[in-house]
């Protein structure tokens, strides 16, 4: 409906005065007298563009934003609307997800007055989260330039600056803008984003609570300080921030997808799967919410729905859109679809090809080659400043460090190691003296003696098989052979006995104060938890490999259980673990000196379980001899666990599951054994290591 172009005769005096008295009552808080009165202008004149106007500003300050776009939208149909009109209702739909109609809002709006500040910031902050970066920048710059004191454009501008890889500029917009208005949260709230993203997880924190000490209610505050405590792997932490945003948003869909995530690292998988639910109906165009939505499916073995979910993802505007392509990649990797996941690394550096995460990810699925371009883009990225978050940094000195090993570039590979390994110590807290001295005292506690008194008890179950070691060291490999046996499912890498240890409190000394009653609990526990898992089958393969530090504890709470040991080269174990940026954390693993001590440590572990446990419930496979005498090897393993031969073990690698582990792409080969001694060629940058487990140098 268009406005007239002027009220009827007789009623011009009358109206103007009742809008008057309208705004008066709005800026007095009396909201019921301000909608009386615009009703009995909209009764005298329909259409008419302020009554409409301040209606959808009641409507949206009451929290009632789909009435405050049919209201601004009304009142923007007038042939000559202001254009602080259509830029407001530009914003409240950028707040509803619509950016499209957003934008031709903001558009309008600043062809209607191309000197309004507010437009022009309007539309900048739109073409932010669309993803038009380089317009964003301009609008906002315009911004600038007519209100250089601007401190809401300062704050903007550093989004979009962040956004563009200019972190130095986006930090310097933030700062000015505190400087301008000491008291402003989002500011606050985007340097801890920006600073978790730079590994200075404390300042970040700092940053975040500090946004929400002067807004309680600030929703990206909240998301950033669980950030922090993610990145710390701090998911419960985690999980209590995001409770707090949800008790006053329950239906903010950010916060819906970060908490799933946050479940769905604690292996809370159900709770997780509501939580992403839940966000994508409370934000079906948000690419953050699709996004969780599909890394959860992804963990439960959903391939197809994931796969949807990612694709939803990355055809919508936001951040989330690069992650959402890296993700679909990697779930065909994990599934062992080589062709498909190369394709969608292709498609992902395509749409964003300064994407570390990309490079990454995709440089695990290629055998790099000399002159391999994608060296040169990665090298590119990092000198030109192309990547200058910490963490995208890092992941291109791992992802580069591979390359130039396989080529056979030891000084440039390690080059590269180095500086990533030191990025990653510098962001965990570790003490390898207190870490020996813990992995000794577990030997201490679980004796013969001890072993022998509660010996008796446990949960009596052949189901469980659990293949553990250092990581790198061959258990997937293992895994991977015998879930290729009918009779045997691969569980992949479980956090329950982790978390059977940490309920008993004190582990390992508390041990030594419990009856079997308790350990047969711990053990029908840990079966409720995986007996589903196994499909019906015989057994089950739990192959976490830190599970070699609660041995003891496996033996008396599920007595029945297998345990096999792969152990590896140490100096070539070593190495495999210095060459990966863990998803799971192995704190141990980025300091050489440190991780040849650690190795120490487990292998007197080891010793003592060698020594105390029973022989046929323990069985050590050695990678060397597995990768030379495959067969033999393997028959080994079938013995032990009392299966009979299967021809399908020997082709493992075309056995179709889920892979997660850093061998996800290994162990879809046949076995090779280039990597046995690999460590020789690389002996003159691996002193500290050598020094540390009493190797001398060749």
Not at 493 to 502: F, G, K, T
């Amino acid at each position: 409906m268009s406005t007239p172009a002027t009220p009827p005769a007789g009623q011009q005096l009358s109206l103007q005065e009742a809008l008057a008295k309208a705004h008066d009552h709005w800026t007095a808080g009396q909201a019921d007298q301000t909608e009386i009165l615009c009703q009995r202008v909209l009764q005298a004149w329909p259409g008419q563009a302020d009554a409409l106007h301040l209606l959808g500003l009641m409507a949206h300050a009451y929290g009632n934003l789909d009435l405050a776009i049919t209201y601004l939208a009304q009142a923007c149909q007038a042939p000559r609307a202001p254009a602080v009109y259509l830029s407001n209702l530009a914003e409240l739909y950028r707040q509803r997800g619509l950016l499209a109609e957003g934008e031709a809002a903001a558009r309008r709006a600043v062809a209607v007055n191309n000197m309004l500040p507010g437009a022009w910031n309007n539309l900048g902050i739109i073409l932010q989260e669309a993803g038009k970066l380089d317009e964003s920048r301009i609008c906002l710059e315009r911004v600038l330039a007519q209100q250089p004191d601007n401190p809401e454009a300062h704050n903007n501008l550093g989004n979009t600056c962040k956004r563009l890889g200019l972190l130095d500029r986006a930090e310097q917009h933030w700062l000015r803008a505190l400087a301008l208005r000491p008291g402003y949260p989002q500011p606050h709230s985007n340097l801890s984003n920006l600073l978790n993203d730079q590994g200075q997880h404390d300042r970040a924190a700092e940053h975040a609570r500090r946004a929400i000490e002067l807004n309680p209610q600030m929703a990206d505050a909240y998301i950033n300080l669980a950030a922090v405590e993610t990145a710390r792997d701090r998911h419960q932490g985690a999980l209590r921030t995001l409770g707090a945003l949800l008790s006053f948003a329950p239906s903010h869909p950010t916060g819906l997808a970060a908490r799933a995530l946050s479940l769905k690292q604690l292996d809370q998988l159900e709770p997780a799967l509501e939580a992403a639910q839940q966000a994508v109906a409370a934000g079906p165009q948000s690419a953050e919410a699709h996004n969780a939505h599909g890394t959860v499916l992804q963990a439960m073995g959903r391939f197809q729905p994931a796969l949807a979910a990612f694709d939803r993802a990355a055809a919508l505007p936001g951040v989330a859109t690069e992650r959402a392509l890296v993700n679909r990649a990697t779930l065909y990797m994990e599934h062992g679809r080589k062709a498909e996941a190369t394709a969608a690394f292709d498609r992902a550096l395509a749409a964003f090809p300064a994407s570390a995460s990309a490079w990454f990810n995709s440089a695990d699925l290629r055998r790099f080659t000399p002159n391999d371009p994608a060296i040169e883009r990665m090298e590119a990225l990092l000198s030109e400043g192309g990547a200058a978050a910490a963490n995208d940094r890092m992941m291109l000195h791992f992802a580069l460090g591979k390359a130039w090993l396989e080529i056979g570039e030891s000084e440039r590979g390690f080059h590269h190691l180095h500086a990533g390994n030191r990025m990653k110590r510098a962001q965990i807290q570790f003490d390898s003296a207190a870490t020996s001295q813990w992995l000794a005292s577990i030997a201490e506690v679980f004796t013969p003696a001890l072993l022998d008194r509660l010996g008796g008890g446990g949960a009596p179950s052949a189901l469980p098989v659990f293949v553990l070691g250092m990581p790198r060291s061959g258990t997937t490999l293992i895994e991977q052979i015998l879930a290729s046996h009918p009779a045997v499912h691969g569980a992949g890498e479980l956090l329950n006995v982790q978390r059977l240890a940490d309920s008993i409190g004190g582990f390992p000394q508390a041990v030594a104060g419990l009856e079997p009653k308790p350990l047969a609990a711990l053990g029908e526990a840990y079966l409720a938890q995986v007996a589903p898992l196994a499909q019906g089958r015989r057994h089950i393969v739990d192959k976490m490999p830190a599970n070699f530090m609660y041995a003891g504890l496996i033996r008396l709470m599920l007595p029945g259980a297998r345990i096999i040991h792969s152990r590896r080269n140490p100096v070539d174990t070593c190495l495999s673990c210095y060459s990966k940026l863990f998803t799971r954390e192995q704190i141990f693993s980025y300091d050489l000196a440190e991780l040849g001590q650690f190795h120490l440590g487990y292998q007197a572990l080891m010793a003592h379980w060698r020594a105390v446990l029973p022989a046929s419930h323990f069985l050590e496979v050695d990678y060397e001899a597995l990768v030379a005498d495959p067969e033999a090897e393997t028959r080994r393993l079938l013995d032990f666990l009392g299966l009979a031969w299967n021809p399908a073990v020997l082709q493992f690698h075309t056995t179709d599951r889920v892979i997660r582990t850093a061998s996800v792409n290994q162990v879809r080969q046949p076995i090779y054994q280039s990597s046995a001694g690999r460590w020789r060629q690389h002996a003159a940058q691996l002193g500290p290591l050598l020094e540390a487990l009493g190797l001398p140098a060749t």
